[in-house]
């Protein structure tokens, strides 16, 4: 696929996104409003470049989006290297992120499970375990869902089998739910 046909698939992909996803983000925001506005966390993890993207979407919610608010709980199950390792070591790659939340997660926590096909199993059994704890699991898939979508709340499916293309489609929606959280804590905040 030459260059301009890669951009052509882009806007394409993102165009159905446009049409298909808004209803489902809207689900999501309000979902974790209501968890963070109960006092509770937003956990996130996938592998690879879905690992980046817990990162960046947990960065963006501890930090800030765009404009100055109180910093929101949330961490992501990607970034400690002794953890993972220990765990990976002690209990396999497959559990390496459920132990986590078996640790950190409670009952009204959300946790964000990121997985291009839907079927990776460390992440799976992430959402199994929240889901036993009383979490609600939001899941990025691309457009088949996978095994991961019979255990989520919330499934946010990209319209591709692309794998670039449905990590675009998920770095596009953080942004969304991430300004449109902002909105909801802002427009909820006021005095």
């Given amino acids: 696929m030459g260059i301009a046909e890669i951009f052509a698939d882009h806007a394409a992909v993102t165009a159905r996104a446009a049409q298909e996803l808004p209803a489902v983000l809207g689900r999501i925001v309000a979902a974790l409003h209501e ?3 109960a006092g509770g966390k937003v956990l996130a993890c ?10 960046h979407l947990v960065a963006e919610l501890v930090g ?3 404009d100055e608010r109180r910093a929101l709980a949330a961490v992501t199950l990607t970034s400690d290297a002794a953890t993972l390792t220990a765990l990976g070591n002690d209990y396999g790659f497959e559990r390496v992120f459920a132990r986590q ?14 997985s291009t096909s839907g079927n990776s199993p ?3 059994q992430a959402a199994q375990a929240a889901r ?10 691309g457009a088949g869902g996978g095994r991961l979508a019979q255990h989520a709340d919330l499934l946010l499916k990209a319209p591709s089998s692309t794998v670039a293309r449905i990590q675009e489609v998920h770095s ?7 300004e449109t ?4 804590i802002r427009t909820a905040e006021k005095p």
């Fill in 122 to 124: 460390n992440v799976l």
């Fill in 35 to 37: 968890c963070l506005h």
């Fill in 181 to 184: 959280l902002d909105e909801l």
């Fill in 172 to 178: 596009l929606c953080i942004h969304v739910i991430c």
């Fill in 132 to 141: 036993s704890l009383g979490c609600t699991v939001v899941a990025l898939t």
């Fill in 64 to 66: 800030r989006f765009r």
């Fill in 46 to 55: 996938g592998n690879g470049g879905s690992a980046s993207d817990a990162q």
């Fill in 101 to 114: 939340v078996e640790a950190l997660a409670r009952r009204g926590d959300v946790l964000i499970a990121i």
